[in-house]
């Protein structure tokens, strides 16, 4: 129990803040957060963050908890236990939906903060790609700092201070990853000065906390309006919204980017490198000459940053994302990966493939020529060529499992799938998706380009998670589809073969929309006009009456 003295309100914060602080410098993690749980239970508020993306910030201010599959914070609380996510692929299978929000996310962890029966909130620690996975003493620590948090908390409640949260999340300055020496300054300034390549330092929220003349001199501005303004306001036509997300994407991802743009003023193309730490991002700018060959960077993405074609993919992401949750036939699915993820992904084919009867089937495709889609559909499940996860001794190489394949070329899909690579199907790189719904796996998803392309660590996650939301929504489709084939077979069986004929009357049978087939109504009519009519045909009716059996 702490002392009264330590459990005002600014101590006790104070406090949290130090162990937030500490937590994170102490787990290896580049970025952290605090949630508190509202009064209820049902959402959660950010209440501090430390490296948090500024972007990152607002869309985590506040959080619905209903379901573990909203993301590892609603896990965390719902089910009273240390989440631990491995890497982006892993995030985009299991929370698909936050996975297209959040795309550049790599590791998390997660941990509920309880004292005895209550839930005060949540920790939330992200991870780079290059960061160990925590072993069992990291993770003891962990808990336990979110078990101090719990205590600090219920002892200031107890003693008469609910404390809750600002209007705005705290954001808490970083552990230096390396702290400063004094020695020698002027030495490091000279050897900076002596470099054609400008350089400037910016800290987690985009503010610049370092720049030199060089750097000044490219992006045409002054060293004092450069300083503690943040990038995208000292230097206005750095300001859309593509040049800020290749910010947020190396630091939410702590990978090296790079990209290029023209200055304004002098026409002159600059190359802008992005290499981040915990604390904020170093620039380096530099007239462009090509871009640099770097595995890291090109692992995050390289190139012209994203224009407007960048946002459109967004855009049809969104739409596509949206579109799959009101999908009701396999038919609209298909429609929809066409109409908008080929088109965001810049793909040219697609194909579903599944296994169903004890033969591959293709229920859908675009691009694929139908031959090749007709050599596939209804093969026997121990077929040549082998598809991968469906027919018999064919390697899933992760894909029952939920792992998706990326191939950038036929030589690497030749490496693995041999058959497959020897098919003439006008793709040079495969995206090779899993279909899985209740944790089983039924089916594949191949994305194919038009040309060999290596795939980003974003492109993978967005592939992975939109995979995810497809899979929920072909699967639906596909018992919709059987239902309703169903209900029309039965539908069908029960229409007479023949309508009986009565003396004087003229009969026949109308099948009202979404309602039964029925009798309807009669005239009299002399005996010299009666002739027998047909039944109404199967196909008249089957529409109208699949919905009430159905």
């Known amino acids: 129990m702490a002392h009264g003295e330590d459990l005002q309100p600014g101590a006790v914060q104070e406090l949290l803040d130090q162990i937030v602080a500490r937590t994170v410098a102490g787990m290896g993690a580049h970025a952290g957060a605090f949630f508190r749980l509202e009064p ?9 963050s430390l490296g948090m993306p500024t972007g990152f910030v607002g869309l985590l201010r506040r959080l619905r908890v209903a379901a573990a599959a909203d993301g590892p914070l609603a896990e965390a609380i719902l089910q009273r236990h240390l989440v631990w996510v491995a890497s982006g692929e892993e995030f985009a299978r299991r929370y698909p939906q936050l996975a297209l929000t959040f795309p ?64 705005a999340a705290r954001l808490l300055p970083p552990t230096p990853a390396h702290p400063s020496a004094p020695a020698h300054p002027q030495a490091a300034a000279d050897f900076i000065a002596a470099l054609p390549e400008g350089a400037c330092r910016l800290d ?28 995208w306001e000292a230097v206005p036509w750095l300001a859309p919204a593509p040049y800020r997300l290749r910010y947020q994407a190396a630091l939410a991802s702590q990978l090296p980017t790079s990209y290029t743009v023209k200055q304004p003023r002098t026409g002159r193309e600059l190359l802008l490198q992005l290499y981040p730490d915990r604390t904020g991002v170093s620039l380096r700018i530099s007239a462009s000459a090509g871009a640099p060959d770097s595995r890291d960077e090109l692992a995050l993405g390289t190139g012209a940053a994203p224009g407007p074609a960048g946002l459109d993919a967004h855009y049809h992401m969104m739409q596509l994302s949206g579109g799959l949750a009101a999908a009701a036939s396999v038919d609209e699915v298909v429609e929809l990966v066409v109409g908008h993820l080929l088109v965001a992904l810049n793909a040219h084919a697609f194909a579903f493939l599944v296994a169903e ?6 229920v859908g495709h675009h691009g694929f020529s139908p031959e090749l889609a007709d050599l596939v559909d209804h093969a026997p499940l121990a077929s040549d060529p082998p598809l991968p996860g469906l027919t018999t001794g064919a390697p899933s190489w992760g894909l029952a499992q939920g792992v998706p394949s990326f191939f950038a070329d036929r030589d690497e899909l030749r490496a693995v799938y041999p058959e497959s690579a020897s098919i003439d199907d006008g793709v040079g790189a495969w995206a090779w998706l899993p279909l899985m719904a209740s944790g089983q796996y039924f089916g594949v998803c191949v994305v194919g380009y ?41 539908q069908a069986s029960l229409l007479p073969r023949t309508l009986p004929t009565m003396h004087g009357l003229d009969v026949a049978a109308i099948c009202p929309q979404a309602t039964a087939w029925r009798w309807a109504a009669t005239s009299t009519t002399s005996s010299a006009s009666r002739t027998p009519r047909p039944p109404p045909s199967s196909e008249t009716c089957r529409a109208t009456v699949s919905a009430p059996l159905a």
């Open 40 to 48: 209820g239970g049902e959402v959660l508020v950010l209440d501090a």
């Open 104 to 167: 550049f996310v790599s590791a998390v962890a997660a941990t509920p903060i309880v004292a005895g029966s209550r839930v005060w909130g949540a920790m939330l620690l992200l991870f780079s790609q290059k960061s160990p996975a925590p072993d069992a003493r990291a993770r003891g620590r962990f808990t336990t700092a979110a078990r101090c948090i719990a205590v600090l908390l219920q002892d200031a409640a107890e003693a008469g201070h609910h404390l809750q949260p600002g209007l």
């Open 204 to 231: 987690v929220r985009g503010r610049i906390t370092f720049a030199d003349h060089t750097a000044a001199d490219l992006l045409g501005e002054s060293i004092p309006h450069l300083l503690g303004a943040r990038v």
């Open 357 to 362: 009867a004890g033969r591959v089937r293709v």
């Open 450 to 490: 038009r040309q060999p392309r290596s795939f980003t660590l974003q492109e993978r996650a967005t592939l992975t998670a939109i995979s995810a939301l497809i899979s929920q929504a072909l699967d639906r489709a596909r018992q919709y589809d059987a239902k309703h084939q169903l209900a029309e077979g039965l």
